[in-house]
């Protein structure tokens, strides 16, 4: 079945930009959501329909997805901003794939 | 505001069964597809189970098809995972997530999870 591949982790300094790839086979053509998750807590989403940001979503979070690879980006990284973070698509109408998921250290 | 609580989880010993619950509330429930989601402990997400607003498409992922049932009220505004024949690897945390359309699209709402531990 297909898969959707994330880096494990992904460190970053206060203030710099962080980016999460999330990598499957013809990505590009479905769309791509990507949610947020803190330890001990619920999933939240962040990204919809590749590059769309829920309300209440900070403006530093942005998405893009070409060809097999979809990409999180988090410009000026804050604290608040480490987390586990995961992709979602649709492989067909009835399989939903979650990425591999990518823990982010602000250091 | 959305509301999504589970309940019914707790310890199973393996081959029997559990039903997991979600009252939701705070938008109108009949309008929207719901899922179910877990996490086992320190591991990622994985999709279970999804049934479209009018309960006429139901699926679910390969590792709990034919175990595995879900259903909903809308009358009750609520979502139910019906788990038979359990195992071990179905210890996890077990999400209830809104979708944003009546179809399969996203998870815009989550419950706060609970924990279905299977062991012998």
């Known amino acids: 079945s297909s898969e959707l591949t994330q880096p494990p982790s992904v460190s970053v300094s206060p203030g710099q930009t962080a980016s999460i790839t999330c990598s499957g086979d013809?990505?590009?053509?479905?769309?791509v959501y990507w949610y947020q998750q803190k330890p001990g807590q619920s999933p939240v989403q962040v990204i919809y329909?590749?590059?769309k940001r829920p309300s209440g979503i900070p403006e530093r979070f942005s998405a893009s997805n070409s060809g097999n690879t979809a990409t999180l980006t988090i410009s000026g990284t804050q604290a608040v901003d480490e987390a586990d973070y995961y992709c979602?698509?649709?492989?067909?109408?009835?399989?939903?794939?979650f990425g591999t998921g990518t823990k982010v250290t602000v250091l | 505001e959305v509301q999504l609580v589970e309940s019914g989880g707790g310890l199973v010993q393996p081959g029997r069964s559990l039903r997991l619950s979600c009252a939701a509330s705070g938008f109108k429930f009949d309008e929207y597809a719901m899922h179910w989601v877990r996490q086992i402990p320190g591991k990622g997400l994985e999709w279970v189970s999804g049934?479209?607003?009018?309960?006429?498409?139901?699926g679910y992922a390969d590792s709990v098809k034919g175990r595995f049932t879900i259903s909903r009220d809308n009358a009750k505004n609520s979502l139910y995972l019906q788990m038979n024949s359990l195992r071990p690897e179905d210890t996890a945390f077990y999400f209830c997530a809104k979708d944003s359309f009546g179809g399969w699209s996203d998870f815009d709402s989550w419950g706060r999870g609970i924990l279905v531990t299977v062991f012998s």
């Open positions: 979602q698509a649709w492989d067909s109408s009835t399989a939903c794939l």
């Open positions: 013809k990505l590009g053509e479905k769309y």
């Open positions: 049934i479209t607003w009018n309960s006429h498409f139901r």
């Open positions: 329909q590749n590059n």
